[in-house]
């Protein structure tokens, strides 16, 4: 058996429904959206219609929360119970993990940090706090394709280096492009 380590094994991971055991911004995305619009725009996506940076940016403008509920909810996401075991073997095997997703910053830190995960790098969107609505932003979309709002395939790609060797782990829609 060949042994992995940090220089020659990177994994990464999706986040919603795979890191977290519900769709975090699915879930938010019903309770606490003005309206039905963002259903719309879900329906889009899925057609192909629109890419994921356009439904997303849609999404989150039509969600109105406090901040302060807002973390309150946050405080309740659950990380899949194997995954701290996961992090703990590729720990001891030198192996790096890192976290790719469509969710946003203040979302996937504050949930990592109330499950205790630390020292792991993650690439996703940003979003900011003013009064109840957010206000989303996508630095990590590709110009060129249009489709992601965060495109993993450029994090993976970046560090395929030599003999480095890529694991993915997702199975939404916005893992099709990456895991390809």
Same mark, same amino acid.
């Given at each position: 058996?060949?042994?992995?380590?940090?220089?020659?094994?990177?994994? /990464?991971?999706?986040?919603?429904?795979?890191?977290?055991?519900?769709?975090?911004?699915?879930?938010?995305?019903?309770?606490? *959206?003005?309206?039905?619009?963002?259903?719309?725009?879900?329906?889009?996506?899925?057609?192909?219609?629109?890419?994921?940076?356009?439904?997303?940016?849609?999404?989150?403008?039509?969600?109105?929360?406090?901040?302060?509920?807002?973390? =309150?909810?946050?405080?309740?996401?659950?990380?899949?119970?194997? /995954?701290?075991?996961?992090?703990? #073997?590729?720990?001891?095997?030198?192996?790096?993990? #890192?976290?790719?997703?469509?969710?946003?910053?203040?979302? #996937?830190?504050?949930?990592?940090?109330?499950?205790?995960?630390?020292?792991?790098?993650?690439?996703?969107?940003?979003?900011?706090?003013?009064?109840?609505?957010?206000?989303?932003?996508?630095?990590?979309?590709?110009?060129?394709?249009?489709?992601?709002?965060?495109?993993?395939?450029?994090?993976?790609?970046?560090?395929? =280096?030599?003999?480095? =060797?890529?694991?993915?782990?997702?199975?939404? =829609? *916005?893992?099709?492009?990456? *895991?390809?």
């Amino acid at each position: 058996m060949t042994k992995y380590n940090k220089n020659n094994l990177v994994v /990464f991971f999706d986040f919603d429904n795979t890191v977290t055991t519900i769709d975090v911004i699915d879930d938010m995305l019903e309770r606490f *959206s003005k309206d039905d619009e963002w259903k719309a725009l879900e329906g889009r996506w899925q057609r192909k219609e629109i890419g994921s940076r356009e439904c997303l940016k849609g999404q989150i403008e039509g969600v109105r929360i406090e901040k302060e509920r807002f973390d =309150r909810y946050l405080s309740t996401i659950k990380i899949d119970p194997y /995954f701290k075991r996961l992090l703990r #073997l590729f720990k001891s095997r030198g192996i790096q993990v #890192l976290i790719v997703s469509d969710n946003f910053d203040y979302m #996937l830190k504050n949930i990592l940090k109330r499950n205790n995960i630390s020292d792991i790098k993650v690439y996703c969107n940003k979003v900011d706090f003013s009064e109840d609505k957010f206000n989303p932003s996508f630095p990590f979309a590709n110009k060129r394709c249009g489709d992601c709002a965060n495109c993993k395939k450029t994090h993976l790609l970046s560090r395929k =280096r030599g003999r480095v =060797r890529i694991a993915y782990i997702g199975d939404g =829609r *916005s893992d099709v492009c990456a *895991s390809r």
